[in-house]
């Protein structure tokens, strides 16, 4: 079985992004003074670096005062120091990004959910009045074994 995804561009990534943040519905949403944490990743997004310093600026622009967090669960090794240089290496730092980076592998557990699973959120951002995150949804690497076993069976 094979699926194809529908692959789509954004040709100027910050007028999208003040655009959207901008939008009456959304934009009211953000009160002078106001903490928003904007949730950055690690899956590979184009523009990455340009979407957040232009995200930041609209959220100050409308009198929101952002930070940025790591959003990307074990990736850096699942450590701070590694997580946050994962950012810098996308050109996510306080002084490109224009806002600070604040990295914790603290959690609050926020729910549990029907099968006893818990529903973890970074401290900073439970905190924060509001979030925003920059995220790419793609399929995930099969594992190794499915990889091998389906390359054999050719």
Partial sequence: MRQTFVKRKIEDVATAVSEQVNRPDIAATIQPGAKIAIGVGSRGIENLETAVKDLVAT????????????AMGSHGGA???????LLADYGITEERGGAPVRATMDTVIVTE???GTKLHMDVYDHAADGSVLINRIKPHTPPIAAVSKAASSK
């Fill in 79 to 85: 450590t701070v120091a590694g997580q946050t240089q």
């Fill in 113 to 115: 959910m029907a099968d």
């Fill in 59 to 70: 959220i100050k622009a409308h009198g929101g005062e952002p930070f940025i967090f790591p």
